[in-house]
């Protein structure tokens, strides 16, 4: 399987096995990924490969709170998308599971660090209206008439 950055810079490839998909709601990962939540799945080093654009990965190295390793954000420099987690004494990367360019065989099994969840995650979040496509013209309005100030 192919992954790679927003801009396209940065590609990588890997095969072979994958662990199920975890959604990390610490608020480390919810500052680095600008949402509610990482989601990203392992695969052994030694199944995994950069095919283009590593000279553009840069990483950031949080303080360590708990035990090394630290906490690690690694992206691409041009485009500023995340990019997989590499920690050369580790036998396992982690890939942000949105880089993958295939249907991934694997599935979210759990959500971790839940007691950090943002304010405004909570299980309705998976009953709200779904469109396949930019939302319908009205939605859009609807929502962002909340932004006029009154008597406008």
Known sequence: MQGHCLCGE?????DG??????LCHCSRCQRATGSA?????????????WLRGEHLISFY??????KPPAYRHSFCRKCGSPLPTVYKSQPHIQIPT???QE?????????IFTAMKAS???AEVANLPAHPGAPP??????MLSALSKPGE
């Open 10 to 14: 940065v590609a990588f490839e890997f």
């Open 17 to 22: 096995p994958m662990t199920s998909i975890e």
């Open 37 to 49: 939540f990482d989601a990203g799945f392992y695969v052994r080093t030694d199944r995994f490969h």
């Open 61 to 66: 190295d949080a303080p360590i709170l708990r």
């Open 98 to 100: 949105g880089l993958v």
């Open 103 to 111: 249907t991934l065989p694997s599935t979210a099994s759990d959500h």
């Open 120 to 122: 405004w995650w909570n």
């Open 137 to 142: 013209a009205e939605f859009r309005a609807r």
